[in-house]
């Protein structure tokens, strides 16, 4: 049987206890304790805003730069994004973020990713709130080989790419 990993969720956002912002500073410390401890993984959400129930926006730190950061200051344990939207995110740029948060974390980096979800989170930033399946096929389509063999052709209603690797770097690079 092989031993099971723990992970840690770092907190990303405003507190729900007392509002108050969660620093960088804050965040390195807590990842840096879950390494020394014996963490397998720290990961870091990918919300755009929270709302509470009161309909109060609450800030969040942006997932992909955050994740990068960790990486960078880490030096044992996977880094990961937990998880995602792809929703949120052109799928191409996608690819090349976590492509660069692997080279940073020296292939420590997991990538979680999701279909998103719609609602007031997007709708404030102005990004699609519909047809959240379909979108998400289509990343995938794109994400995928991107990473997996370096290039993607795919055509489809909301994605399209026709282009070698995300970097020019690494597995993910360019191939002649």
């Known amino acids: 049987m092989r031993p099971l ?11 729900f206890v007392d509002g108050s912002n969660t620093r960088w500073a804050n965040i390195r410390d807590l990842a840096l304790h879950a390494e020394a401890l014996g963490f397998d993984a720290v990961w870091t ?7 509470s129930d009161s ?5 969040w730190w942006e997932g992909v730069a955050m994740t990068g950061a960790v990486a960078a ?5 996977k880094v990961g994004t ?7 995110r052109n799928p191409g740029i996608t ?4 492509e660069t948060i692997d080279e940073i974390s020296g292939g420590r980096f997991v990538l979680g990713l999701g279909s998103g979800h719609a609602g007031r989170q997007a709708h404030a930033f102005g990004l699609p709130e519909d047809h959240v399946q379909s ?9 995928v080989p991107l990473l997996r063999q370096g290039r993607a052709d795919f055509e489809g209603t909301y994605h399209g790419s026709s282009s070698t690797g995300p970097s020019g770097h690494g597995r993910a690079g360019s191939r002649s």
């Open 5 to 15: 990993e723990i992970g840690l969720v770092l907190p990303m956002g405003d507190s």
């Open 45 to 51: 959400a990918d919300e755009l805003l929270w709302r």
């Open 55 to 59: 309909g109060t926006a609450q800030g």
């Open 73 to 77: 200051a880490t030096s044992r344990v």
């Open 82 to 88: 937990w998880v995602l939207s792809a929703l949120h």
């Open 95 to 98: 690819a090349k973020a976590v």
């Open 135 to 143: 979108r998400f096929e289509e990343a995938l389509a794109i994400i």
